[in-house]
């Protein structure tokens, strides 16, 4: 096991890091930027060590920065949370070269999945369905070309990155055309990489992921799934597990596929597959996530299983110590994203100060958050606060403690979507397990907004 762990992340990720370290008693130093001198990782940490100013490209994605300040606070491992360099090859190979381990895949395993496009080729040729889509994109008239072949709609997605970023819908060739030039903007802004590629858009689809683990010595195991299909411009917003969208006939035999399709294909450590899950109730395998997922915690609440201590335990060489037959999750569990946003201004992004703050408790109600009374939510980053989960026996209780949990919930001084969350609870789509990835997009945040503020 290693002695000490450098956190190179920030908010909540950081903070969830640091408790399964100290789980593990690992020693831990959280890295952090000029504008999250006060934050509640770095407050609570045994050591913090400044890696540079605000700007992300200087701090967070700054691989000199970030080697510097594990190697001076005597750190042999690195723990890169999700995003930012969570899933960078080049990244992962300059942690080991530098005699230290890289919590996550090693970087050959994230350059063979780095391409999401390759990806896709790579895991379909195991035996996972895919959605049609192109190759790398050379330019504007490529992109038409393949467009045509494929038949719009078409999504165009950057290869690198995820959240959204970059993802355009287009309907028309002129579509494609404005579309092109954002995309590969916002994907080399994001991601330091513009390659793009096109993908056939499949309407009222639900987007269901499948967690596996896997150790160096092959031992492979799947936690089962989790459902995504509440979202705005393809980014989650609720989660939930199972899926209500699958049968227990068909959630076993989609785990199956993609834990015997990732450990053929010699993948190593957590990973997520996601999916594409049509009206007709067929899969299709669309990325892999290299990482540790935000909606983790879903997952740990239905298995009782530490996924971060276990990441951690096998980035230092250490077995499973679990097989299939030891997973067995139970009950139901929801994760509501709290997001610092307005969605009654198209999702404004806030920043400002926390005033009152009160996190809501009771029996399966988990709440993972580095916000405190006064924290100022800097304007640099992405918009997330903390992550509240509930867990119950069933799915309609589950629905009916997240409400209770929300309407306890009180973060003052800034905009939130906790009303969103409560109204989306409340529709008639959602209770019935019916929600669709483009929903929110299709009918817009005002009505379920309006029903919040009822």
């Not at 999945?113 to 008239?141: C, N």
């Not at 993908?199 to 492979?220: C, M, P, S, W």
């Not at 399709?261 to 892999?288: M, Q, R």
């Not at 019916?434 to 907004?449: M, Q």
């Amino acid at each position: 096991m290693f002695t000490k762990i450098l956190i190179a992340n920030r908010g909540e990720i950081a903070l969830r890091v640091l408790r399964a370290c100290r789980t593990l008693g690992v020693g831990a130093v959280v890295a952090y930027s000029e504008a999250d001198r006060d934050s509640l990782a770095a407050q609570l940490a045994d050591e913090a060590i400044c890696i540079g100013p605000a700007d992300a490209k200087h701090s967070y994605l700054s691989a000199p920065a970030i080697i510097s300040a594990a190697v001076v606070t005597g750190c042999d491992a690195i723990h890169p949370g999700y995003g930012f360099l969570s899933e960078d090859e080049g990244f992962a190979d300059v942690v080991r070269a530098h005699d230290l381990a890289f919590i996550g895949p090693s970087a050959e395993v994230l350059e063979r999945f780095a391409s999401k496009e390759a990806t896709r080729r790579l895991l379909g040729a195991q035996g996972l369905p895919t959605i049609p889509g192109s190759g790398m994109l050379r330019d504007e008239a490529h992109a038409l070309e393949e467009a045509e072949s494929i038949g719009y709609p078409v999504l165009i997605k950057p290869s690198a990155g995820g959240g959204g970023k970059g993802m355009r819908l287009v309907r028309t060739p002129r579509e494609l055309e404005s579309a092109f030039k954002v995309s590969r903007s916002e994907a080399k802004a994001g991601f330091g990489d513009d390659a793009l590629y096109l993908e056939k858009y499949l309407d009222d689809t639900r987007h269901v992921e499948i967690q596996v683990a896997v150790d160096r010595f092959g031992n492979a195991i799947h936690m089962g799934d989790r459902d995504c299909s509440v979202q705005r411009r393809h980014q989650k917003i609720i989660e939930e597990a199972p899926s209500p969208a699958l049968s227990d006939a068909a959630r076993q035999e989609l785990a199956e596929r993609a834990l015997r399709a990732v450990a053929a294909a010699g993948y190593e450590n957590l990973g997520t597959l996601e999916f594409l899950v049509d009206s007709k109730g067929d899969a299709y395998f669309i990325e892999i996530n290299c990482r540790v997922q935000v909606e983790h915690p879903i997952t740990e609440l239905l298995t009782g299983i530490d996924m971060v201590a276990l990441q951690i335990r096998i980035a230092a060489g250490e077995p499973l110590g679990i097989t299939q037959a030891d997973v067995v999750p139970r009950g139901h569990a929801i994760e509501f994203r709290i997001l610092a946003e307005d969605p009654a201004k198209d999702f404004r992004p806030q920043a400002g100060q926390v005033g009152a703050y009160l996190a809501p408790g009771g029996p399966g109600v988990r709440m993972d958050s580095h916000m405190y009374p006064g924290y100022d939510i800097p304007p640099y980053y992405d918009s997330l606060l903390g992550k509240l989960c509930v867990w119950a026996p069933d799915r309609n209780q589950a629905i009916a403690r997240g409400d209770a949990a929300l309407r306890e919930l009180l973060v003052d001084g800034v905009v939130t979507n906790i009303d969103l969350h409560r109204a989306i609870l409340a529709n008639q789509v959602f209770i019935d397990g019916k929600v669709t990835t483009n929903l929110l997009d299709r009918v817009g945040s005002a009505p379920f907004v309006a029903a919040g503020n009822r």
